[in-house]
């Protein structure tokens, strides 16, 4: 059976739910919601399973924190013995609007943390989601920003993209990042 690992990034406690460095978890939480499975703790983080015609989906939620995101993932695609190419991150980005979204076959890590350690251990050919949280915020305020929650508002502008954002997880695993990039990319536009 074909395996995919689809990662999450954000920061594991209570008092990072709903800000958004951890839109990556929201959107996992989101599709195992619809899909009906539940995560359990194991090592380096949170994990559900599910499969898709054929092919197995496992859901990764880091607790090794951002900045360490790589660890967790490192150790999950040697564990299932799961190629690069089957590997979709999810982040949070500042570049992008909120509402807005990015798939990306490769590339750089555009200075997100969790992304740039992944790359340190993995290297830069995995396929990334790009979540848009905006860049509203003064300077020298980044961190702030990206560890604040989400308000009501935000939310509902978000929601659509976390909905759209599960179909491409599905996506992703039953017609590869290509097609999927083709199908979805206009969508996130902002």
């Not at 460095?21 to 195992?32: I, K, Q, R």
């Not at 690069?84 to 570049?95: E, F, G, P, T, Y």
């Not at 555009?110 to 949280?133: E, F, P, V, W």
Request: net charge positive.
């Amino acid at each position: 059976m074909d395996k995919f690992l689809i990662c999450g990034l954000g920061n594991p406690g209570d008092e990072y739910q709903e800000t958004r460095h951890n839109t990556g978890f929201m959107v996992l939480d989101a599709f195992a919601k619809a899909s009906n499975i539940h995560f359990e703790d194991k090592r380096y983080g949170f994990i559900a399973e599910t499969t898709l015609k054929g092919r197995k989906l496992i859901l990764l939620k880091p607790t090794t924190f951002m900045n360490l995101s790589g660890n967790a993932v490192r150790y999950w695609l040697n564990k299932e013995n799961i190629d690069q190419s089957r590997l979709l991150v999810i982040s949070d980005d500042i570049a992008l609007p909120l509402g807005a979204f990015r798939l990306k076959a490769n590339g750089n890590n555009g200075g997100h943390n969790g992304l740039g350690h992944i790359q340190q251990l993995i290297g830069t050919n995995y396929a990334r989601l790009r979540m848009g949280i905006g860049n509203d915020y003064p300077k020298g305020g980044q961190v702030d920003w990206v560890l604040g929650k989400y308000d009501d508002n935000d939310k509902t502008i978000l929601q659509p993209s976390i909905n759209i954002a599960c179909d491409i997880i599905k996506s992703f695993a039953l017609a590869g990042i290509d097609i999927t990039m083709n199908q979805f990319n206009k969508l996130g536009k902002k």
